[in-house]
């Protein structure tokens, strides 16, 4: 089992930054792909970013491209996710989630068989 902690949401003025940390515990030897999704209320769960863990190839959605960063510590079992220039329409719950596969499409929820409990990101205007 691997075990996934998001920390560093919190509120912030649109234009302003925020960077979120996922922190991963267990048999983190067993997953190669992580990611960062969201969901706002009345929506679906959105791929943000995610990034290999063995060559550090990364994937952004269209709606963050340019704006958010994806990076990695392999040696301390974080993932990082950089957000600059937030809108208000960025406000919804940020989670992380870890895959043991190689999935084809690395921003498709339904590819992650772990996930963290969220933490909130709200940006007003």
């Known amino acids: 089992q691997v075990q996934l902690v998001e920390s560093g949401g919190g509120s912030v003025q649109a234009g302003g930054s925020l960077r979120l940390t996922c922190a991963a515990s267990g048999y983190t030897y067993s997953t190669n792909l992580v990611g960062w999704f969201r969901q706002a209320p009345g929506k679906e769960r959105e791929g943000v970013a995610a990034?290999?863990?063995?060559?550090?190839?990364?994937y952004y959605g269209s709606s963050v491209k340019g704006r958010f960063s994806i990076s990695q510590d392999n040696a301390k079992n974080t993932v990082y996710l950089q957000m600059n220039s937030l809108k208000a329409e960025d406000t919804a719950m940020y989670f992380c989630a870890a895959a043991d596969f190689f999935p084809t499409h690395p921003l498709l929820a339904t590819a992650y068989n772990y996930w963290g409990q969220g933490t909130q990101v709200t940006v007003s205007s």
């Open positions: 990034i290999y863990r063995g060559g550090g190839s990364t």
